[in-house]
């Protein structure tokens, strides 16, 4: 069975996802372009996270996930998305290097054994310089603000050569500033082909930095312009009479 549409870069078709008994996510069906910078907006809660999940693998699921036209049981690895959680204690205690983070975005391209070549440094270096961190390399994560972090994620998303980048809530805790020159990397990246899906419950950002949101509750509850996604009859089914108090919990 194909759902294939021409130039599509990830398709779903009826994806879903059940921890236990509780079901987080049914009957999601969509299809990204690549270059798309896409908003994905849902209040805490309503399945942004899981969904990522199941679009990198990371949960099991039902349906169909296509990347670059590969089935999902059918991806010989799972590299060709790069998801970037939010920032966590994790990132703040693992004593890994820019460089490292980078570099290990290469891993795909050799087996286990071998050294990294010239060329993993090459495009390392690349990548650094595209997210503005050359120089960067010996610093550990936990040094980084929390925009450098995620240039820094970026970064080893460009190395790896990811189609799909996923942000989730990458932003949280992000300065104005640094949001703007996050949002202006993204758009210069997504000019050459990488796609972005970004989750947030910032209405705000929704409204004004993309060509096109998907709201998500548990379903699709719309898919379009910031317009059509944001207008009230959505927002109700997406946000519920709960949204107000739900909207600054992090
Ligand atoms: P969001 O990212 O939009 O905040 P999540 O995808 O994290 O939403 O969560 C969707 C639903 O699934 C929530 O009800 C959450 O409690 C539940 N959930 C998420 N992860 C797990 C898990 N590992 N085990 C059980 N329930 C989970």
Not at 13 to 19: A, K, L, M, N
Not at 67 to 77: A, E, F, K, L, P
């Given at each position: 069975m194909s759902h294939s549409h021409d130039g599509a870069v990830l398709e779903l078709?009826?994806?879903?996802?059940?921890?236990g008994d509780r079901e987080a996510l049914r009957?999601?069906?969509?299809?990204?372009?690549?270059g798309e910078l896409i908003g994905v907006i849902g209040p805490n809660g309503a399945g942004k996270s899981t969904l990522f999940k199941a679009i990198c693998g990371l949960v099991n699921h039902s349906g169909e996930v296509d990347?670059?036209?590969?089935?999902?049981?059918?991806?010989?690895?799972r590299m060709d998305v790069a998801y970037i959680p939010q920032r966590s204690e994790a990132d703040l205690l693992f004593p890994i290097t820019v460089g490292e983070l980078v570099m290990a975005g290469r891993r795909r391209f050799r087996s286990w054994h071998q050294r990294?070549?010239?060329?993993d440094r090459a495009a390392a270096i690349e990548a650094l310089a595209a997210v503005n961190l050359s120089g960067y390399e010996?610093?550990?994560?936990?040094?980084?603000?929390?925009?450098?972090?995620?240039?820094a994620y970026i970064a080893r998303a460009l190395t790896q050569e990811a189609s799909v980048v996923l942000l989730d809530e990458a932003l949280s805790g992000v300065d104005q500033p640094t949001t703007i020159?996050?949002?202006?990397?993204?758009?210069?990246?997504?000019?050459?082909?990488?796609?972005f899906l970004f989750a947030t419950?910032?209405?705000?950002?929704?409204?004004?930095r993309f060509d096109r949101l998907i709201a998500v509750n548990g379903t699709i509850q719309g898919d379009g312009s910031p317009e059509q996604v944001l207008a009230p009859a959505v927002l109700d089914s997406t946000f519920g009479?709960?949204?107000s108090s739900s909207q600054g919990g992090g």
């Open positions: 078709h009826d994806v879903g996802v059940r921890y009957n999601v069906t969509f299809s990204v372009r690549a990347v670059n036209g590969v089935h999902c049981h059918d991806r010989v690895d990294t070549t010239a060329a010996a610093r550990s994560l936990s040094e980084l603000s929390g925009g450098q972090l995620q240039r020159e996050l949002f202006d990397l993204f758009a210069t990246l997504s000019k050459s082909g990488t796609t419950h910032d209405l705000a950002l929704a409204r004004h009479s709960g949204a």
